[in-house]
């Protein structure tokens, strides 16, 4: 869908450790977004960028940074990683300047912090 | 702070009877709201959307109706199928801020052959 290829699909990892998750995107979309998924919460936003190197804060952005050097990828990081950021993480584009336009999601990446 | 609540975590209909699943908000700035449909393993794919200048919004086997003065909102498919069978989650996001898009917490719907 969009073509969006998230990476790696499952990290397993230990607490205090740098993790960096890639998005990438082959539609030249403008708009990318990292969202997390746990029970009861349903999908929160982390950050979201509206063009390379313009990148905004989500409803649950401590503890993550972001970057987008290029339109095809955004990456997100977790500079020490804690057990409460175990979560399956989604990738996310819109490409349409028009306000009122779905956004379309990878398929996530499980990741595990022991 | 749940701005958009789906207050049903499941839902079980038989085949070819009709499954209406419920969403409620409370940030009456919403203006556009979503519904994806979740396989496990996978990210959430879009289903159907509607902007709040209109009440209903119709796209084959599946309609979703808008309640602005109760801010609820539903999707109804009929007739259901066992292929539905999946996670449900409803979306809202508002003109000015566009890319700050709120989920409900998910309906599992199951379709019973």
């Known amino acids: 869908d969009a073509g969006i290829t998230q990476s790696p699909r499952h990290k397993v990892t230990e607490t205090g450790t740098p993790v960096t998750l890639r998005c990438h995107q082959t539609?030249?979309?403008?708009?990318m977004y990292w969202y997390r998924q746990d029970p009861g919460h349903g999908l929160r936003l982390i950050h979201y960028?509206?063009?390379?190197?313009?990148?905004d804060k989500g409803e649950v952005s401590d503890g993550y940074s972001v970057s987008r050097s290029k339109t095809e990828d955004f990456l997100l990081t977790l500079e020490s990683a804690t057990s409460s950021q175990t979560s399956v993480y989604f990738c996310?584009?819109?490409?349409?300047?028009?306000?009122?336009?779905?956004?379309?999601f990878g398929d996530g990446t499980r990741l595990s912090i022991l | 702070d749940q701005q958009v609540k789906q207050n049903s975590p499941s839902l079980s209909v038989q085949e070819g009877r009709i499954s209406i699943l419920n969403c409620d908000y409370t940030?009456?700035?919403?203006?556009?709201f979503l519904w994806y449909k979740k396989y496990p393993a996978e990210g959430p794919t879009f289903l159907i959307s509607?902007?709040?200048?209109?009440d209903k919004n119709e796209d084959g086997r599946f309609t979703v109706f808008l309640n602005k003065s109760a801010k609820h909102l539903s999707l109804h498919i009929v007739p259901s199928q066992p292929g539905d069978s999946a996670v449900y989650f409803c979306?809202?996001?508002?003109?000015?801020?566009?890319?700050?898009?709120?989920f409900g917490a998910g309906t599992r719907l199951t379709v019973k052959p």
């Open positions: 996310a584009t819109r490409g349409q300047e028009l306000v009122n336009q779905p956004q379309h």
């Open positions: 539609e030249n979309h403008r708009y």
């Open positions: 960028s509206y063009g390379v190197k313009d990148t």
């Open positions: 940030n009456s700035m919403f203006d556009y």
């Open positions: 509607i902007s709040s200048i209109k």
């Open positions: 979306a809202a996001s508002s003109m000015g801020n566009n890319n700050d898009m709120r």
